[in-house]
């Protein structure tokens, strides 16, 4: 199977983007008397990079992207993926719920106190743990990949519904190998049904719309490219750099999802593997999943400690200290996350496919 590089470094930058989106958040959706400066009045023309949705977007598009390189050919290998696939997310889902278990025993979540301070129900209302909370993060993998439920940790309210997608996508998969044996008729049976399989993913949420569009770049966009002999070398580097530019067509906030889709299109669309799989910027996607579990419950517990503490400074830059320390401890956590925990991850499912290919 084929290694789209740039694609792993693409859902880095993109999980990166979500961070700096959620953490600018404590000021953009604060009440507008909270804050009241030149930076609260430069949110307010809403620029992409710091919007989380456009970011949230391209990462799955990037993910439909990748789960597309799966070629699956028997049911029984259907059944595997979705099982592996299952292990791939809610392993990683249960150790960094632990995490966030650890951090509210020790550190504790403060961010409802900082209602003292400002106003911003989003922030302030993040982590209200009722219960056995042990508990509930040893059984995330199944509350939250099974039953979209993410109390433990907010940002995984899509896990879900991508857990849904990649099973769409592995049966797409699996159906089209199916069709495509069929000597009579298998070009027509080929497109009815991606047909309707794409009118069915357009009207799921948008996790899902999004994660399934990836895919079909990667099956019919990309090769159109190619046969076109279309290589872009440095596009990631001219597209993240339009996106920072923030078009002004793109300023109004129920056109992100049109910008990431156009910008994802862009993109994933000519990339041609370019960069080393010894390169460093691949650091950026394998800390991805680190960066989007761990900087939420950071900025919650460290971000509102900061806040709270900083007393002889405005409330304006103690948020902005929050910020900066939890974006530098973020990243710090998710290359912890990485060789450590999602090390671990890797080798039980290398051992679980090991385990299922043989029988």
């Given at each position: ?8 470094v ?8 979500v961070m ?21 009045l430069?949110l307010?023309?809403d620029y992409?990079?710091?919007?989380e949705?456009f ?10 992207f ?12 259907l059944?595997?993926k ?7 997310l809610?392993?990683?889902v ?12 020790t ?7 900082t209602?003292t301070l ?9 982590y209200?743990?009722?219960g056995?909370v042990?508990?509930?993060a040893?059984?995330s993998?199944?509350t939250?990949?099974?039953?979209g ?11 879900r519904n ?9 049966a ?7 069709l ?21 993913a357009l009207r ?5 719309k999004?994660t ?9 966009v990309?090769p159109?490219?190619?046969?076109l002999k279309i ?9 993240v ?10 300023q ?7 910008a990431?889709v ?11 593997c370019?960069?080393n799989p ?5 650091c950026?996607?394998n800390?991805?999943f ?24 405005t ?6 200290a ?14 912890l996350f990485?060789?450590t925990?999602e ?5 039980i ?11």
């Amino acid at each position: 199977m084929k290694k789209y590089h740039n694609i792993t470094v693409l859902k880095g930058i993109a999980c990166i983007g979500v961070m700096i989106g959620h953490f600018v958040g404590i000021i953009k959706y604060a009440d507008k008397n909270s804050f009241h400066n030149w930076f609260c009045l430069f949110l307010e023309k809403d620029y992409i990079i710091f919007n989380e949705a456009f970011w949230l977007y391209l990462f799955f598009i990037a993910s439909g992207f990748l789960l597309a390189q799966t070629n699956i050919e028997k049911s029984a290998e259907l059944i595997k993926k979705i099982v592996l696939r299952f292990a791939r997310l809610g392993l990683p889902v249960l150790f960094s719920s632990l995490i966030v278990w650890s951090i509210y025993i020790t550190i504790g979540f403060k961010n409802g106190e900082t209602a003292t301070l400002f106003t911003n129900a989003w922030y302030q209302n993040a982590y209200q743990l009722k219960g056995n909370v042990l508990l509930s993060a040893l059984g995330s993998p199944v509350t939250v990949l099974l039953m979209g439920m993410s109390s433990l940790n907010s940002p995984f309210w899509v896990l879900r519904n991508m857990f849904i997608a990649s099973i769409g996508i592995y049966a797409h998969r699996y159906i089209l190998n199916v069709l495509k044996k069929k000597d009579k008729y298998s070009a027509v049976a080929v497109w009815l049904f991606n047909i309707i399989y794409l009118c069915v993913a357009l009207r799921s949420n948008k996790i899902v719309k999004y994660t399934v569009m990836g895919e079909l770049i990667s099956l019919y966009v990309l090769p159109v490219y190619a046969t076109l002999k279309i290589k872009m070398k440095y596009l990631n580097v001219i597209v993240v750099t339009i996106a920072l530019a923030d078009l002004a067509v793109f300023q109004a906030t129920h056109q992100y999802s049109y910008a990431a889709v156009f910008f994802a299109l862009i993109i994933l669309a000519s990339i041609d593997c370019t960069i080393n799989p010894k390169s460093k910027m691949l650091c950026l996607g394998n800390i991805s999943f680190g960066i989007y579990a761990l900087h939420w419950p950071l900025i919650c517990a460290v971000g509102a400690q900061i806040i709270l503490h900083l007393s002889e400074y405005t409330i304006f830059n103690r948020v902005l200290a929050a910020i900066a320390v939890c974006t530098v401890l973020s990243v710090i956590a998710a290359v912890l996350f990485h060789i450590t925990f999602e090390k671990i991850s890797l080798n039980i499912v290398n051992k679980m496919k090991v385990y299922l290919y043989r029988t």
